[in-house]
């Protein structure tokens, strides 16, 4: 998984408790993605780094926010989850050596249920 | 609005066959295209990249892009079992390293 591993992998927790996901990366890519992956809608992009402290949001940031205050490190944090936020999520990375053609490399994911 | 559309198949093909897998885009602009490959329960990991237009062969995986018809295509030739998984098509979002996801073909090659 190109040196990408996120924790925990497997998370059960109630409505209204938050929760951090964590990505870290060995590669030292500049982007970092947090994807979420649900039946009939596939990858959708929730957040994005372009850098440490350089983020913007994708196609379903609502209920989410992150923080990337190390090159390594891409926190994905969900204040209070809602049964909605039940998914799979994928961390992803790229070296962004030209704009549109770098590919992103995925973690292996972690499994996220909101009872 | 949806940017990629792919069919969601199940696609089924015997072993041995070929499997073609689409994938339609709305952005004229779009310079290039990634597939992955999605086992069950696993992480996508890549598979063919494409940036110009005609083909590209990779083993046995091809894909044709025809950016006329604003379509990228993914051939698979001499189908193993092992190809079984969901194949997803993806374009890179208005010039940014953003990638916009087809919702991916499931297909399932028989012994």
């Known amino acids: 998984d190109a040196g990408i591993t996120q924790s925990p992998r497997h998370k059960v927790t109630e409505t209204g408790t938050p929760v951090t996901l964590r990505c870290h990366q060995t590669?030292?890519?500049?982007?970092m993605y947090w994807y979420r992956q649900d039946p009939g809608h596939g990858l959708r992009l929730i957040h994005y780094?372009?850098?440490?402290?350089?983020?913007d949001k994708g196609e379903v940031s609502d209920g989410y926010s992150v923080s990337r205050s190390k090159t390594e490190d891409f926190l994905l944090t969900l204040e209070s989850a809602t049964s909605s936020q039940t998914s799979v999520y994928f961390c992803a990375i790229s070296e962004s050596l030209a704009i549109g053609t770098d590919t992103q490399y995925f973690g292996p994911g972690t499994r996220l249920t909101v009872l | 609005q949806k940017e990629v559309e792919q069919n969601s198949g199940p696609l089924s093909v015997p072993e041995g066959a070929i499997a073609s897998l689409n994938c339609t885009y709305s952005?004229?602009?779009?310079?290039?295209f990634f597939w992955y490959r999605q086992y069950s329960g696993k992480s996508p990991e890549l598979i063919m990249f494409?940036?110009?237009?005609g083909d590209k062969e990779d083993g046995r995986f091809t894909a044709q892009l025809n950016k006329a018809s604003q379509y990228v295509s993914l051939l698979i030739r001499d189908s193993q079992p092992s190809d079984s998984a969901t194949y997803l098509c993806?374009?890179?979002?208005?010039?940014?390293?953003?990638?916009?996801f087809g919702k991916g073909t499931k297909l399932t090659v028989n012994p």
């Open positions: 590669e030292n890519h500049r982007y």
């Open positions: 952005d004229r602009g779009s310079q290039s």
């Open positions: 780094s372009y850098g440490v402290k350089d983020t």
């Open positions: 993806a374009v890179p979002q208005g010039g940014s390293e953003k990638l916009v």
């Open positions: 494409i940036y110009s237009n």
